[in-house]
């Protein structure tokens, strides 16, 4: 069983910017890829990032890339998601999830390839 928690999340003005945190509670993090998604009050879970587990590959939705920033730390059974120039679109919850697919090269979009989610936290931009 693995356990993710997310943190960072708060209210901040357009342009402004954000860190999310993803801390998991298995060592063995570090062997599997992750993800960050978001969900907005009556749409679908979305894809935002993806990172393999070894950092070397990431992945952006279109909508987010040149300003958001995937990364992660093994050491420390942490990831990240650097948000940069948040619009009020971007308000939504978020979440982290974990894929159980060990040393995978593919990076995947759907929230249904995930296994372990976080409880999410809120990001909210006002205009």
């Known amino acids: 069983q693995v356990q993710l928690v997310e943190s960072g999340g708060g209210l901040v003005q357009a342009g402004g910017s954000l860190r999310l945190s993803c801390a998991a509670s298995k060592r063995t993090f570090s062997n599997y890829n992750l993800a960050w998604f978001r969900q907005a009050p009556g749409k679908e879970r979305e894809f935002v990032a993806a990172i393999t587990w070894s950092g070397g590959s990431t992945s952006y939705a279109d909508s987010v890339k040149s300003r958001f920033a995937i990364s992660r730390d093994n050491a420390k059974n942490t990831m990240y998601l650097q948000m940069n120039d948040l619009k009020p679109e971007d308000t939504a919850v978020y979440y982290c999830?974990?894929?159980?697919?060990?040393?995978?090269?593919?990076?995947?979009?759907?929230?249904?390839?995930?296994?372990?989610w976080g409880q999410g936290t809120q990001v909210t931009v006002s205009s």
């Open positions: 999830g974990l894929r159980l697919n060990y040393r995978e090269a593919t990076l995947y979009r759907s929230w249904n390839e995930y296994l372990y």
